[in-house]
């Protein structure tokens, strides 16, 4: 059965309820755009934090807390939880992770604790982008896909000018935001290369004609375990946040 995005996602809502998928995605970004574009700084210090606590917070606690109820469960009882959580998910778990990720790049940006960016903005781009498809394509059997094709090489043209316009200004920028910048990398490739996937693989099955109840509990169990993953990835952010406020720059 071939499915196309669009299908996925008009799936994926209405099994998520489309008021739930359109409010968690319409009102976060609204909220980041206003603060952005229109807002104080205190404004867009509060639209970022407030989505990367419930990224956070939602990720360990499916780690800590979900995670180990479920793998007390059978096969059957398990793909019942994730047939119902998984479409939720989909759309409320990549929109605060922008929101939060973009809020902080933003701020980073307008504090001026983000020296010699731009080159470095290009490299993240190039691997939150490409390492994701192509994880994307190992998972699907998509290397031969023109879809796959298309958003690949979409990817790499794009990155790749983002990077020659840039890397002319290339400059070590602070180890902190090093270590911040490889951090959301992580979570970006992680997020968007294993868990998305992992939730689309969910909602093929669940909407087969014969599902396996076993693969949909492996998947979404193995999901739970890595949102643990993030979770310590996010904690290693905020310690950094608290490192610069501590150090007595105006976050």
Not at 83 to 95: A, D, G, S, W
Not at 123 to 135: I, N, R
Request: aromatic residues 10%.
């Amino acid at each position: 059965m071939r499915h196309s995005v669009l299908g996925t996602i008009r799936g994926m809502g209405v099994r998520a309820n489309p008021a739930f998928a359109v409010g968690v995605v319409a009102v976060p970004v609204a909220a980041l755009l206003a603060a952005a574009l229109a807002g104080t700084l205190q404004q867009l210090t509060y639209v970022h934090v407030m989505a990367g606590v419930l990224w956070t917070g939602i990720d360990l606690f499916m780690a800590l807390v979900l995670g180990p109820v479920l793998g007390g469960l059978d096969g059957r009882a398990r793909a019942a939880v994730f047939e119902r959580f998984t479409p939720k998910l989909f759309f409320l778990m990549p929109t605060l992770a922008v929101v939060t990720t973009f809020g902080g790049i933003t701020l980073a940006l307008d504090l001026g604790v983000f020296p010699h960016a731009m080159p470095w903005l290009a490299l993240f781009t190039a691997a939150a982008t490409t390492l994701p498809l192509l994880s994307i394509g190992y998972q699907f059997d998509a290397f031969t896909d023109r879809r796959w094709l298309a958003f690949f090489a979409i990817a790499v043209l794009g990155s790749g000018s983002f990077l020659y316009t840039t890397l002319g200004a290339f400059a070590w920028t602070s180890p902190l935001m090093l270590i911040i910048l490889a951090d959301i990398a992580l979570l970006t490739i992680l997020g968007n290369g294993t868990l998305m996937p992992g939730e689309v693989r969910i909602y093929y099955q669940i909407t087969s004609d014969d599902p396996d109840t076993d693969l949909i509990g492996r998947i979404g169990l193995r999901n739970a375990k890595l949102s643990g993953v993030q979770g310590v990835l996010q904690l290693v952010i905020i310690a950094a946040m608290v490192y610069l406020r501590w150090g007595g720059l105006p976050l």
